[in-house]
């Protein structure tokens, strides 16, 4: 059989087996990118050698598969420069640079001292010296996989504060870590071994090209009004990037990082470029997830060793702690401090190419820390998205509905009666019976609990500060229980920004006005889209808890109220 057709046929084998897999997995409350990978390592050479069963793609076959990776990677990272936004940046301020710092320190320092005390004592000092393996397995930890965590975003329909700091901590994470890694290949290893490019052209070389190919693409897409055009205006432009930092053999993924970042702070449109990544790309990351399963070295878990372990289990507990601290330190709340750590431990791409990069700049002893990354890549890859679905499910800010409705689908019979009815009123035939309708779920199903809030006693700059930078058109205020007060709206304050002696008196329980459009928890869906059809200008319901005396619940949106009419 020609080669080719033997790719594509094990291409179509990957896609059907991944629908399959990915619905059963996600039946046993995993992430469906568990299921792409598991599908991929069963596919991949590594598991069949291992056991002993016929491989469906041969290293050959991810060879020429692998530009389709290159491909997904690319739109990976644009996506992740297009959440790193400047709004985001100044609503939280100095806050979000704090979480970051005290998340990286600690996971590098924790990582760095303990691979250096145990490749010291138990190591081969000879060949490379415990200080150079620190420091670079130091690193390489600090380094989160993009893809995993923002599709089980994608997946969750994950929404609210926790979401959109771990967003923008993985662009800053991966940002530093590559930026890092530079440094530390020009400094501490001898020049014969790195790159022809300086280290000035290595840093600021990705970022120009990302920065002008970013500029140029906002110019271009004012010009744009269709979904297909935007569609090839990113391709070609992201595609563009990587292909050109190829060329001067530069950090592909600093270019497209910077290229999405100033493409979503220059555009107009970039939440409709946004929208049409999403519209393309899921098909290319459930290969690009695959491809991974299959490329992941399953036999280098034995040879990881005590420094593997090492790298493994304080990356873990520093991702963790740092978080931890880091989201205390900054005046986060308790939701981001409980649950930002696990989010953050999925790690893959950028660790697998900077440990791929100093294997070929360092020959021999960074072949050796390559084997550790690799070993341990297979253990985050694997359970990384479980995490990721723990910490969002548990912030509160995954709907209930959103994992009822998927772990409930129709059966094989009736799909078949579907079809068959379906087809028979294609035909002419009267149609059968209808589904349940949507109106009866109930409102705790859909809110999302995790919620932005003002305190009663809050300055009023801070309250400007906060409400500037909402998602929604009111801000809940509460007490120091929690117990809903009113809302606050910018057209309530706007007259006071000229008043800076007023100002400078006022805090928000002067400003709140009380609010009776609310939902509770037990009320149906049915009854909330009567009470948005009656109050039009409301984007959204807070929802209290009768028992508790009107403590706040959560937040039900107009959007999530329609999505689930539509999804069921």
């Known amino acids: 059989m020609d080669s080719s057709i033997y790719t594509f046929a094990a291409a179509a084998v990957l896609f059907l087996s991944a629908l399959f897999v990915g619905r059963a997995v996600f039946q046993w409350h995993l992430p469906r990118v568990t299921g792409y990978l598991l599908v991929g390592l069963c596919a991949g050479p590594s598991l069949s050698h291992l056991v002993g069963y016929p491989t469906l793609l041969d290293y050959a076959d991810l060879a020429r598969l692998e530009p389709v990776s290159h491909i997904a990677l690319t739109l990976i990272m644009l996506a992740i420069g297009m959440h790193f936004q400047g709004e985001h940046l100044r609503r939280w301020q100095h806050r979000i640079a704090a979480l970051s710092l005290c998340e990286i320190g600690i996971t590098f320092t924790a990582v760095a001292i303990a691979t250096t005390i145990t490749h010291f004592f138990f190591g081969d000092v000879e060949q490379i010296a415990p200080l150079q393996v620190g420091l ?26 926790v979401t959109d700091v771990v967003r923008t901590l993985i662009g800053l994470n991966n940002l530093v870590c590559v930026l890092l890694f530079n440094v530390a290949v020009f400094s501490l290893l001898p020049p014969s071994n790195t790159h022809s490019n300086t280290l000035l052209s290595s840093l600021l070389l990705p970022p120009a090209i990302g920065a002008v190919a970013g500029f140029a693409m906002s110019v271009w897409a004012e010009r744009l009004r269709s979904t297909s055009e ?87 507990a520093g991702k ?154 009111r801000f809940p205020v509460v007490d120091r229980e929690d117990r809903f007060e009113g809302v606050i709206a910018y057209e309530d304050i706007r007259d006071m920004l000229f008043d800076p002696y007023t100002s400078n008196l006022v805090i928000a329980a002067d400003l709140v006005k009380p609010l ?17 059809r009656e109050h039009p200008d409301a984007s959204y319901l807070p929802v209290l808890d009768q028992a508790d005396h009107g403590r706040l619940l959560g937040i039900l949106s107009q959007n999530d109220v329609l999505a689930a009419f539509r999804r069921i």
């Open 136 to 161: 670079f397995l130091g690193i390489i930890s600090i380094a989160t996989a993009p893809a995993a965590t923002l599709l089980v975003i994608r997946e969750y329909d994950s929404a609210g504060p």
């Open 230 to 316: 935007e569609q090839l205006l990113i391709l070609g432009g992201a595609i563009g990037v990587t292909a050109l930092c190829d060329l001067l053999t530069v950090d592909a993924m600093l270019g497209t990082f910077t290229c999405g970042a100033v493409l979503a702070n220059a555009s107009t449109r970039d939440r409709e470029l946004l929208a049409s990544i999403r519209q393309l790309d899921y098909p290319l990351y459930v290969l690009f997830f695959a491809l991974a399963g299959a490329n992941l070295h399953i036999e280098m878990l034995p040879q990881i060793g005590l420094v593997g372990a090492a790298y493994v289990l304080l990356r873990t």
């Open 320 to 473: 963790l702690a740092g978080c931890l601290l880091g989201a205390r330190w900054a005046g986060f709340g308790e939701r981001h401090e409980k649950w930002t750590g696990p989010t953050m431990l999925a790690q893959a791409g950028v660790a697998i190419g900077l440990s791929s990069t100093l294997a070929e700049v360092w020959p021999g002893p960074g072949q050796m820390l390559q084997t550790v990354v690799l070993g341990a890549v297979v253990i985050f890859e694997l359970g990384g998205p479980i995490a990721v679905r723990l910490g969002l499910v548990h912030a509160g800010e995954v709907p209930v509905l959103t994992l009822l409705a998927r772990r409930a689908p129709a059966g094989a019979f009736e799909s078949l009666h579907h079809v068959v009815t379906h087809f028979r009123q294609s035909l002419g035939v009267p149609q059968g019976h209808r589904l349940d309708h949507a109106g009866d779920i109930l409102v705790e199903h859909v809110m999302r609990k995790s919620v932005d809030t003002i305190r009663t006693d809050t300055n009023f700059n801070e309250v400007l500060h906060l409400v500037a930078h909402s998602r929604y058109d």
């Open 516 to 532: 009776s459009l609310i939902a509770f928890p037990q009320q149906t869906l049915s009854e909330v889209l009567d009470m948005f």
